[in-house]
């Protein structure tokens, strides 16, 4: 290469330089994307570099040295204060002011020790409940928070949790398709046109709450009257039992008042509260919420049923849950649907909204 090349070559690298560290200094000085799912079980915090997770519930205790209040939140809280704990969400939203206060304080106690980012764009997740107090509570809880500096936004829960059901990018705001969100206090479902939440229906009358009823009224059954569980632990039979795929009957012992211990098995119990809970999700989907959406978008509805429904919230963690429903919507409304779900359901919602945020502070939309 010739000198004077050389000097040309120099000289393009001084003139490409400091656009390349303003482009690296401005990345540096954008705000953090952050993405909330306040849940009524479980709460999820998804930034760049971490994922948090967090049973809701906050327990109080005095300092034995200073007198003074002090508060544990998540699974220690559960584990060493199970007759105080506080799941101040169990409703899906704090319903009152109290409520929110604790559901504030636990929000506060979770960031202060993973040390979220202040400087920050948020996204979090809303259920489809038509509960104007409620959800006001819950947006106070986390716009009134320390994170968030630079903006706050909520988007339906179905929408951010459907983000990572249908890509790796943003395809979720882009599509026509039906959302069905299948928690632990609501079923909800939304038909969305690129984004826009169209025709909404929720009901509280299949939830995963109500299966945990049911299996602690059904072991009560199958034991012939000999075993009596509580709510807790028919939700961990849920979560750790149930399967469309391969369930496989198990054994638990229980401690007898009198002294000793009972062994027993479990065979029909979980199952046969899941079938139900299928089936009573299929009827609400097929013939309250479809014909509303065939009603008020004829066209849409068309196009949404032929792509696949996102089937999303903690009900779909269940294996095989996801296909059962696929076979039954499909006889049901006597024509084929295809169902798709997240890979992890449980964080879904925050790690969708996080996405969201990641996209509000590239395009500088805050």
Do not use: W
């Not at 327990?59 to 584990?79: H, K, P, Q």
């Not at 149930?242 to 027993?264: L, M, N, R, W, Y």
């Not at 959406?293 to 429904?309: C, E, F, G, Q, W």
């Amino acid at each position: 290469m010739s000198e004077a090349e050389t000097e040309e070559t120099d000289d393009e690298q001084e003139e490409t330089a400091p656009d390349a560290e303003e482009s690296a200094s401005s990345d540096a000085d954008a705000p953090a994307p952050v993405g909330v799912k306040l849940g009524s079980t479980r709460t999820v915090l998804a930034t760049d570099d971490d994922l948090v997770e967090s049973l809701t519930c906050l327990a109080s205790y005095e300092d034995a040295l200073t007198g003074d209040d002090r508060y544990l939140y998540g699974e220690e809280a559960a584990l060493e204060y199970p007759e105080a704990v506080e799941f101040m969400l169990r409703s899906g939203l704090p319903e009152d002011d109290d409520r929110a206060d604790l559901a504030a304080t636990f929000f506060e106690e979770l960031l202060a020790e993973h040390d979220v980012a202040d400087d920050s764009v948020v996204v979090y997740a809303i259920p489809t409940i038509e509960n104007d107090e409620g959800l006001a509570n819950l947006s106070a809880v986390i716009e009134d928070s320390a994170i968030g500096e630079q903006h706050i936004r909520s988007y339906p829960e179905s929408l951010c949790s459907a983000v990572p059901a249908l890509g790796d990018g943003l395809e979720a705001i882009e599509r026509i398709f039906v959302g069905v969100n299948m928690g632990s206090t609501n079923l909800e479902a939304s038909a969305y046109r690129r984004g826009e939440q169209l025709t909404r229906f929720a009901t509280g009358s299949v939830t995963g709450n109500e299966i945990d009823r049911r299996i602690a009224n059904y072991v009560e059954d199958e034991t012939q009257g000999r075993v009596n569980i509580d709510l807790t632990t028919a939700r961990e039979y849920k979560e750790n039992h149930a399967d469309f795929e391969d369930f496989q009957p198990f054994t638990d012992v229980i401690q007898q008042p009198g002294g000793g211990s009972h062994e027993f098995t479990i065979e029909r119990s979980v199952m046969d509260a899941l079938d139900e809970y299928v089936d009573e999700a299929v009827d609400a989907i097929a013939n309250s919420f479809l014909p509303q959406v065939a009603n008020d978008y004829m066209k849409t509805y068309n196009i949404a049923l032929d792509h696949p429904i996102v089937l999303t919230g903690g009900m779909t963690a269940v294996p095989g849950l996801a296909d059962e429903f696929e076979e039954r919507l499909s006889e049901e409304l006597q024509r084929e649907v295809s169902v798709v779900a997240p890979d992890d359901p449980v964080v879904a919602a925050a790690t969708g909204a996080r996405r969201i945020a990641e996209q509000l502070v590239k395009r500088d939309a805050y």
